[in-house]
């Protein structure tokens, strides 16, 4: 027969850790469906039988926060055969306040005093028994994070669980409290149920609507008892709850003597602690270092280079073991003219093994000057690209181009592929339509400047044969990645380049799972440091430091920590969210974080400033954006908070600021491990799907009248679906009828949603740019003038959207795990959607209009909208009915 | 009517009534603010709210707004 044991406390009691302690591997049995509140549950490692369930922390069994109501119906209505309850002994007064409830459930109970040692060590003497005795129950000193007493705690609650005896307290309130709950207990009768009377009695006493209305009592019933609560209330000048609460306060004042000889009080570490980290000047710039010192560490250093690391190597090309063969792999492609930085010495490049030189331009173009000069190059090319450099199709072309004397002027390309002068400086490329659907490029030479040009003889040339691009792999200890290493078992099996099959899986299957897994290490690192600070008790702090900003805008002082994550990459941003107890504030937060520009969206903010003024290294761009990042997020704040799903009193701040402490190796790596968890299987299915997915539109599609994958992206899925899709677009200028490229900007917004960097090279690829970057001026060029027809408004809507809308596939599934409930995700993903369409409309409408287009529809709908953004958030805040409690429930039942 | 709110920092006070009602009213109460309980004001936070009390031998941060609930003596 199976025992089924609750597990209930305050928070910071250390119930978490005992849970990690009892459970250890078993691990979660699962998250309860369609509660927001975790309850977990998982079977005692001595015996599978055993089923422990972590109640919520809580510090009443009152009616108002979600926790509690949890809690409470959970002991209530499903009754586990015993209830644990946990104390903290260092907090014995307000630990006992719950204790005192909870011993009125005529349920089988077992009080573990934990961390009793710790007063022991203080001088104080603890008789345990003696409590014991005034309970009704059983009492076991433990402490959960060095073990000791947990074997008997367990004893003895399994022991009460089979001896089905509930709780009998022998204290009691004050004479005229009791005498009134034995009346209201005479006139409910047998409608209490009889194990939990006292309980139910006290809530009958306090008017707790939600039991009164559970027990069907008859109208008269009612009437008697409200008369008795008013008559008490009268007399004593104060409301029934308070009477309750002071006289559980009351009777711990009176048994906490009883089994305690107290030492002398001396100040404590925490207080001494907290004299410096909370103090009123040093507060501030403290938080401050931390919160710097866990940027750099998760978003700076070291956790991005592991993600990188795994990105670049693990789902990339592969890697030298401990680096053996790294420097002399460099060296060779120093000396071989493929690596280095650029020189430019009197208008020709520097000494070749310190110069960046793409010898492939230089090939392509002597080959090209000497077909221009007559000479045969026929399969030269394909030659060399097979590797063949010494075959006799390119000896012959070689020795026929010296005698013909080619030589050949080779523009140059920076690393960027940007053209560059003499001086070194970048050079304008303007980019026209040939009518054909293809671009022509031209580089702009400005007066007085000269392009740099390279020559080409037959000598270079034959230098450029001799040098292949140096293969890793032939240095040191190399590691081919898992895209490698698949590439090359598909080639094994026979599936080559150009077969759907390896399509599917190297780029929908692998880079996937390197999508999910590429963030890991990452989130390994920031939750080293978030649940450190969480468990040690310095977030805590860091609430009561921020709260002043932050509850203006309906947010968490600890919801900067998300907002701070989230610049860096908005997965792990959205993860720490955990931290926030309050789940209108942790809903407000994972909706509005993803707002602050991450990382992958600098290169749409590049792409963009390149196009909009010519060059993206200016200072002020960057900072420009986070700002309208932040502006985003506060305005989202108040609106939002104005509404019926996040409205009611600012929740309250009332909160225990608990004694520092060193957290329990093990619960702590415990810990990190179930947010990770977390992560790879509720995000990850959804990042999973969505990759292949994207991969599907983008490769599949019709061409040449059949139906199958597709060479070019212009007859993909994609481009199918967004011709529609891009009307949406009309008003922002970046989509639908009347552009010539229509439906571009809406598939490289789509295949944003992958990755935000997919927007800069979704394009290279729909304008055959190949694989240049951000930082091409001839992207700049071909996306400014060409696809949005040079109209700065349409670019900067292009770009609002994109930073503002859902964020990438990643993050959303982060959102989905955490909001934890399909409407409140679709919610999100809603709001983000028009909050960035409104904000990009407005944007493209006030441009048009300050530049003296007429007055259309779309200007008197983006007036309309920002009337309606001013409106909602200079409105003072409404009320709304129903909604007595300040704990808010989800907008449409979940 | 004076208010915890009213409490210089590092002084004490002694809790005689608190207004108001409902989940606020029952919060301040379960974290054990109730009738006749001293409370100690620790420390402001530092951008001026909340408030850091010492309260049954604990600590408890509690905004500005809310210790205006808690009417207190001397």
Not at chain 1, 447 to 473: H, K
Not at chain 2, 26 to 53: N, Y
Request: glycine residues 10%; aromatic residues 10%; charged residues 20%.
């Amino acid at each position: 027969m199976g025992i089924n044991i609750a597990l209930a406390g305050n928070p910071n009691c250390g119930k978490t850790t005992l849970f990690n302690r009892l459970t250890g591997e078993n691990g979660y049995v699962g998250n309860w469906p369609g509660v927001t509140v975790e309850k977990k549950q998982a079977s005692w490692r001595a015996d599978e039988s055993v089923v422990i369930t972590d109640l919520p922390g809580i510090y009443s069994l009152s009616p108002y926060s979600p926790e509690e109501v949890v809690s409470r119906d959970f002991l209530v209505r499903d009754r586990p055969d015993v209830v644990i309850n946990l104390v903290d002994s260092t907090n014995l007064e307000r630990s006992l306040y719950l204790t005192t409830q909870i011993v009125e459930l005529g349920l089988p109970v077992v009080v573990g005093l934990n961390m009793a040692d710790l007063l022991e060590k203080n001088g104080d003497k603890v008789m345990p028994e003696k409590l014991a005795h005034d309970l009704g129950c059983e009492v076991v000193e433990l402490s959960a994070l060095h073990g000791s007493g947990v074997d008997d705690l367990m004893k003895a609650a399994v022991a009460a669980a089979k001896g089905r005896a509930a709780a009998k307290p022998v204290v009691t309130f004050d004479a005229g409290l009791e005498k009134a709950l034995t009346r209201i207990s005479d006139i409910a009768g047998d409608k209490v149920p009889q194990a939990s009377a006292r309980w139910h009695v006290i809530k009958l006493f306090e008017g707790d609507e939600a039991i009164v209305a559970r027990l069907g009592l008859s109208a008269d019933q009612k009437r008697q008892v409200n008369e008795i609560r008013h008559d008490y209330e009268r007399d004593a000048d104060d409301d029934a709850e308070s009477i309750v609460t002071m006289a559980r306060y009351d009777l711990i004042a009176e048994l906490i003597p009883h089994f305690i000889v107290p030492a002398p009080k001396k100040v404590s570490i925490t207080e001494r602690i907290d004299r410096v980290v909370t103090n009123r000047w040093l507060g501030l710039p403290i938080f401050i270092v931390v919160m710097v010192f866990v940027y750099w560490l998760s978003v700076t250093t070291v956790g991005t280079a592991a993600t990188d690391w795994t990105n670049d190597n693990l789902f990339g090309d592969g890697w030298h073991m401990f680096g053996v063969g790294t420097s002399e792999y460099e060296d060779a492609q120093a000396a071989s003219g493929w690596g280095g930085d650029v020189v430019v010495e009197d208008g020709q490049l520097g000494a070749i093994d310190e110069s960046y030189q793409d010898f492939s331009d230089q090939i392509s173009g002597y080959i090209e000057a000497a077909e221009e000069a007559g000479v045969d190059t026929e399969g030269v090319q394909d030659a060399i690209d097979a590797g063949d450099v010494d075959s006799d199709v390119v000896t012959d072309f070689v020795n026929a181009a010296r005698d013909a004397g080619v030589v050949a002027q080779v523009a140059y390309a920076d690393p960027d592929g940007n053209a560059v002068d003499t001086e070194g400086e970048v050079l304008d490329t303007t980019v026209t339509t040939d009518g054909e659907g293809g671009v022509e490029t031209q580089v702009v030479v400005p007066d007085g400047s000269q392009q740099l040009m390279l020559t080409v003889d037959a000598d270079q040339f034959q230098t450029a044969l001799d040098n292949p691009e140096p293969d890793p792999a032939d240095y040191g200890w190399w590691v081919p990645g898992i895209p490698t290493l698949v590439g090359d078992g598909l080639t094994a099996i026979g599936v080559v380049d150009g077969n759907w099959v390896r399509s599917l899986v190297l780029d929908g299957i692998v880079a996937g799972v390197g999508a999910i897994l590429g963030f890991v290490p990452q989130m390994f690192v920031l939750f080293v440091c978030l649940v450190f600070l969480e468990d040690c008790g310095y977030l805590a702090r860091v609430a009561f430091i921020m709260d002043r900003i932050f509850r203006r805008f309906g947010l968490s002082g600890k919801s900067f920590i998300p907002m701070l994550i989230s610049s860096g990459c908005g997965v792990p941003g959205v993860m720490s969210t955990k931290t926030i107890e309050n789940e209108s504030e942790r809903r407000m937060t994972v909706m509005t974080t993803t707002m602050v520009p991450c990382s992958a969206k600098l290169p749409i903010i590049a792409l963009l400033m390149g196009a909009l003024v010519g060059s993206n290294t200016y200072w002020w761009i960057s900072p420009l954006f986070y700002f309208m990042g932040v502006a985003a997020v506060i305005i989202s704040g108040i609106m939002l908070k104005k509404t019926r799903w996040f409205a009611g009193e600012t929740s309250p701040f009332i909160m225990e600021l608990p004694a520092y402490h060193l957290p329990a190796v093990r619960s702590y790596f415990l810990h990190i491990w179930e947010r990770i968890k977390s992560f790879l299987i509720k995000a990850g299915t959804i990042i999973f799907g969505a990759t292949i997915l994207v991969w599907l539109l983008s490769n599949f599609g019709v061409e040449d009248g059949s139906f199958g994958m597709v060479d070019s992206m212009n007859n993909s899925l994609l481009a199918i679906i967004c011709m529609p899709l891009s009307y949406i677009f009309t008003p922002q200028g970046f989509g639908g009828p009347g552009l010539e490229y229509q439906w571009q900007a809406t598939a490289m917004t789509l295949t944003g949603l992958i990755a935000k960097e997919n927007v800069v090279s979704t394009f290279a690829v729909l304008f055959s740019l190949g694989d240049l970057g951000e930082n091409s001026t001839l992207m700049w060029s071909a996306f400014g003038s060409q696809m949005l027809n040079g109209s700065v408004g349409a670019l900067l809507a292009f770009g609002a959207f994109n930073l503002l809308c859902t964020p990438c596939f990643a993050a959303i599934g982060t959102i989905r795990r955490q909001m934890d409930s399909p409407r409140w995700f679709w919610f999100a993903m809603a709001y983000e959607t028009l909050f960035a369409w409104c904000v990009s409309l407005m944007i493209n409408q006030f441009y048009l209009l300050a530049t003296g287009a007429g007055f259309t529809f779309w200007t008197l709908v983006a007036f309309v909208l920002l009337a309606a953004m001013l409106f909602q958030l200079f409105r003072p805040m409404p009320k709304y009915e129903d909604r007595g409690s300040s704990v808010v429930a989800a907008p449409v039942a979940a | 009517m004076k208010t915890l709110r009213d409490i210089p920092v590092g002084s004490s006070a002694t809790v005689t009534k608190l207004s108001g009602q409902g989940a606020l009213k029952r919060r301040i109460m379960d974290m054990g603010i109730t009738k006749g309980v001293s409370v100690h004001v620790d420390k402001v936070a530092p951008l001026g709210d909340p408030i850091q009390v010492t309260v049954r031998g604990y600590e408890l941060s509690i905004r500005k707004s809310e210790a205006e609930n808690v009417i207190v003596e001397d």
